[in-house]
């Protein structure tokens, strides 16, 4: 098991609504990437926050977005809700900016009905 | 020039023979090649990875080959347990970049 905790762990929404995720980091990490995995895909990469910078993002409109905390915990917060939303989502925590040693927490399953 | 190609999508092996996934890649910037492991509800778990300086990494029973002239790397699981069966994603990136691209993934399936 990695350092990576994500809440909830599952979560149902309805189309138009604004849901928040949540990303405890492994200790020690500073940097948190957020991908979005549809169900019999790879992982995408939503963006990445660096000591609470956004540090580059994937092709995402804006209604997705993003914080990271003193603490380099982390949130992504999507707006508007689309049924084409619904997906895993995982948070990556790392040291640094670099992709070496990058841990994944577990997901958050979120179903847009 | 951001694409990972992963094959096979799906993959069948009797319990104690190899398993073979191949990723190919196209931006010749990456210079870090992960491959993760993906359980059902789970996230990846880091398997093994390998920067372009060498050509093989080998840890237990997982060994990566790297052919940077063709731009392809290969995930080999030897004396391959059903405890292997699993999704397997191959990924690429900068080493000091901001996102991992992720293949397709493989479901591999060791049939005991």
């Known amino acids: 098991e990695t350092g990576v905790t994500q809440s909830p762990t599952h979560l149902i929404k309805t189309r138009g609504q604004q849901v928040t995720l949540r990303c405890s980091s492994q200790?020690?990490?500073?940097?948190v990437s957020w991908y979005q995995q549809a169900l019999g895909q790879g992982p995408q990469f939503i963006f990445q926050?660096?000591?609470?910078?956004?540090?580059g993002r994937g092709n995402f409109p804006p209604r997705f977005s993003g914080l990271q905390f003193p603490n380099y915990s982390s949130e992504l917060n999507v707006n508007a809700l689309e049924l084409d939303d619904s997906a895993l989502y995982l948070c990556?925590?790392?040291?640094?900016?670099?992709?070496?040693?990058?841990?994944f927490g577990q997901g958050t399953r979120l179903t847009v009905v | 020039q951001q694409q990972v190609k992963q094959s096979p999508q799906s993959l069948i092996v009797q319990k104690g023979g190899i398993s073979i996934i191949n990723c190919a890649y196209e931006?010749?910037?990456?210079?870090?090649f992960p491959w993760y492991q993906q359980f059902p509800g789970k996230g990846p778990a880091l398997l093994i990875a390998?920067?372009?300086?060498?050509s093989e990494k080998k840890e237990g029973r997982f060994t990566i080959s790297f052919n940077k002239s063709a731009k392809q790397f290969s995930l080999h699981i030897m004396d391959s347990q059903p405890g292997d069966s699993a999704t397997y994603f191959c990924?690429?990136?900068?080493?000091?970049?901001?996102?991992?691209?992720f293949g397709a993934g493989t479901i591999l399936r060791v049939k005991s």
């Open positions: 990924a690429a990136s900068r080493v000091y970049g901001n996102k991992l691209v």
């Open positions: 200790s020690g990490h500073n940097t």
């Open positions: 390998i920067r372009p300086d060498v």
């Open positions: 926050y660096y000591r609470e910078e956004e540090n």
């Open positions: 931006n010749t910037a990456f210079d870090y």
């Open positions: 990556a925590s790392s040291l640094g900016q670099s992709n070496t040693e990058a841990f």
